[in-house]
């Protein structure tokens, strides 16, 4: 296994908070004895990816009383997957740990997880085997998209997974050297490889508050994924391109055969309308799918980083050790305030 950063210590959580304040404390408490009970050696770093209620001042408040914990607050609200990139990016510990602060995911695994890493696993993802409290189309909606990120990514991703699992430090090094803006971190565990192993838990029901991944950010986090690790939607269009321009040679001789051949040359009008309408709305339908991967081409080359950091607390003087990922760097000192 590798060896802590720097005197750190065994294990880093990384804990992403968006609006957490209902169960913050609670889910400190829990983690900080699930992991008392693991080991002395512990750091617990909570991000908050720009909450409006009062996740600040109350994870502020902990980190004052509780010298094994951490808090980054970002500047501003840049998305759950780079909350969790920013906690990697502090954490000094010889393995990390992802979980949610909502207390679905039980503080309790984490000694489970740590079981296998000790075996010699350096990805221990955690896969839900029963899923609490979840609605039958939000089961239905999920099973559906982990399936067909599978279907169509280059690299597979566990059944029903999301990103609580330890990773030990030689992958989240190889994290680090990923700074693409548009991430799936599950999947990107994925494509580094190493040695991976499953550990099966009951997913519990969300002890407080809204879930932050309604619809509309799951279809858009779907995207993501396959966008990010598939080309195979430009392969689709292609084949389709190539499926229609047949069609249109044989519309073509079907015209030129009616002007040659009969007598009939104005009839044939309905065929004509029809083809020209569900060419445009495919030529629509393809033009959206090359957007997607050109909007992300500009995104990248554009260069800005990954988040900036408006508060620390709990930290060494010095920055987090650097990855090769530089864009994905926190704020410069002038934005940075140090406790």
């Given at each position: 296994?590798?060896?802590?950063?720097?005197?750190g210590?065994?294990?880093?959580v990384?804990?992403?908070?968006?609006?957490?304040?209902?169960?913050?404390?609670?889910?400190?408490?829990r983690?900080?004895?699930?992991?008392?009970?693991?080991t002395?050696?512990?750091?617990?770093?909570?991000?908050?990816d720009?909450?409006?209620?009062?996740?600040p001042?109350?994870?502020?408040?902990?980190?004052?009383?509780?010298p094994?914990?951490?808090?980054?607050?970002?500047?501003?609200?840049?998305?759950?997957?780079?909350?969790?990139t920013?906690g990697?990016?502090?954490?000094?510990?010889?393995?990390?740990?992802?979980?949610?602060?909502d207390?679905?995911?039980?503080?309790?695994?984490?000694?489970?997880l740590?079981?296998?890493?000790?075996?010699?696993?350096?990805?221990?993802?955690?896969?839900?085997?029963?899923?609490?409290?979840?609605?039958?189309f939000?089961?239905?909606?999920?099973?559906?998209?982990?399936r067909?990120i599978?279907?169509?990514?280059?690299?597979?991703?566990?059944?029903?997974t999301?990103d609580?699992?330890?990773?030990?430090?030689?992958?989240?090094?190889?994290?680090?050297r990923?700074?693409?803006?548009h991430?799936?971190?599950?999947?990107?565990t994925?494509?580094v490889?190493?040695?991976?192993?499953?550990?099966p838990?009951?997913?519990?029901?969300?002890?407080?508050?809204?879930?932050?991944?309604?619809?509309?950010?799951?279809?858009?986090?779907?995207?993501d994924?396959?966008v990010s690790?598939?080309?195979?939607?430009?392969?689709?269009?292609?084949?389709?391109g190539?499926?229609f321009?047949?069609?249109?040679?044989?519309?073509?001789?079907?015209?030129?055969?009616?002007?040659?051949l009969?007598?009939?040359?104005?009839?044939?009008?309905?065929?004509?309308f029809i083809?020209?309408?569900?060419?445009?709305?495919?030529?629509?339908?393809?033009?959206?799918?090359?957007?997607?991967?050109i909007?992300?081409?500009?995104?990248?080359?554009k260069?800005?980083?990954?988040?900036?950091?408006m508060?620390?607390l709990?930290?060494?003087?010095?920055?987090?050790?650097?990855?090769a990922a530089?864009?994905?760097?926190?704020?410069?000192?002038?934005?940075r305030q140090?406790?």
């Amino acid at each position: 296994m590798n060896t802590p950063v720097a005197n750190g210590p065994k294990l880093s959580v990384v804990v992403p908070c968006f609006n957490e304040a209902e169960v913050i404390e609670i889910t400190h408490g829990r983690l900080s004895s699930a992991l008392k009970a693991i080991t002395p050696s512990y750091e617990i770093i909570y991000v908050d990816d720009g909450s409006r209620d009062a996740t600040p001042e109350l994870l502020s408040a902990i980190q004052q009383a509780d010298p094994n914990t951490r808090f980054i607050r970002l500047s501003r609200n840049f998305g759950h997957q780079i909350a969790v990139t920013a906690g990697i990016e502090y954490a000094r510990g010889a393995a990390v740990v992802l979980i949610d602060a909502d207390l679905q995911d039980p503080p309790e695994v984490i000694a489970d997880l740590v079981a296998k890493w000790e075996q010699g696993y350096h990805v221990v993802y955690a896969q839900r085997a029963v899923r609490q409290g979840e609605s039958h189309f939000k089961l239905w909606t999920a099973r559906i998209f982990y399936r067909l990120i599978n279907r169509l990514s280059e690299v597979p991703i566990p059944l029903d997974t999301g990103d609580f699992r330890l990773m030990d430090r030689s992958v989240t090094t190889a994290l680090k050297r990923m700074p693409e803006r548009h991430r799936m971190l599950r999947a990107m565990t994925s494509w580094v490889g190493f040695r991976q192993v499953s550990v099966p838990y009951v997913r519990a029901e969300r002890f407080a508050g809204e879930s932050k991944y309604p619809l509309k950010k799951m279809i858009a986090f779907a995207l993501d994924g396959i966008v990010s690790f598939s080309a195979i939607p430009l392969k689709v269009v292609t084949f389709f391109g190539f499926g229609f321009s047949a069609l249109s040679a044989l519309g073509i001789l079907y015209a030129l055969m009616m002007r040659l051949l009969t007598d009939v040359w104005v009839p044939g009008w309905t065929l004509i309308f029809i083809s020209v309408m569900l060419v445009g709305g495919l030529q629509f339908i393809f033009l959206g799918v090359i957007g997607e991967y050109i909007g992300r081409i500009y995104s990248e080359a554009k260069g800005r980083p990954l988040y900036l950091v408006m508060q620390e607390l709990g930290f060494e003087p010095s920055p987090p050790e650097p990855g090769a990922a530089q864009t994905a760097a926190a704020a410069p000192a002038a934005d940075r305030q140090e406790v």
